[in-house]
């Protein structure tokens, strides 16, 4: 079983930057991928990015490419969502996910990112 703990959400100016943290447990975080998500109010939660469990290789959505950068540290079974030039549209909860075979299998609780204009 793998849990997983976000942290580092809050109240930002339009055009500041946030980084968001993503604590797991358990030994075998190393093997994982892992995603970050975000849900808006009314909105479904969509996709936002994600890492491999080397590190190697990173996705983003079209939305936060060149703005956000994901990364991990296996070390400290930790991985990291570094936002900039944040936009009031940014505003959500994100979460870290987990993916096991091919699935996003564990969500952590997740943390809110309010950007006021």
């Known amino acids: 079983q793998v849990q997983l703990v976000e942290s580092g959400g809050g109240l930002v100016q339009a055009g500041g930057s946030l980084r968001l943290s993503c604590a797991a447990s358990g030994r075998t975080f190393s093997s994982y991928a892992m995603g970050w998500f975000r849900q808006a109010p009314g909105k479904e939660r969509e996709f936002v990015a994600s890492?491999?469990?080397?590190?190697?290789?990173?996705y983003y959505a079209d939305s936060a490419k060149g703005r956000f950068t994901i990364s991990r540290d296996n070390a400290k079974n930790t991985v990291y969502l570094q936002m900039n030039s944040l936009k009031p549209e940014d505003t959500a909860v994100y979460y870290c996910?987990?993916?096991?075979?091919?699935?996003?299998?564990?969500w952590g609780q997740g943390t809110q990112v309010t950007v006021s204009s």
């Open positions: 890492i491999s469990w080397s590190g190697e290789s990173t």
């Open positions: 996910a987990g993916r096991v075979f091919g699935s996003y299998k564990y």
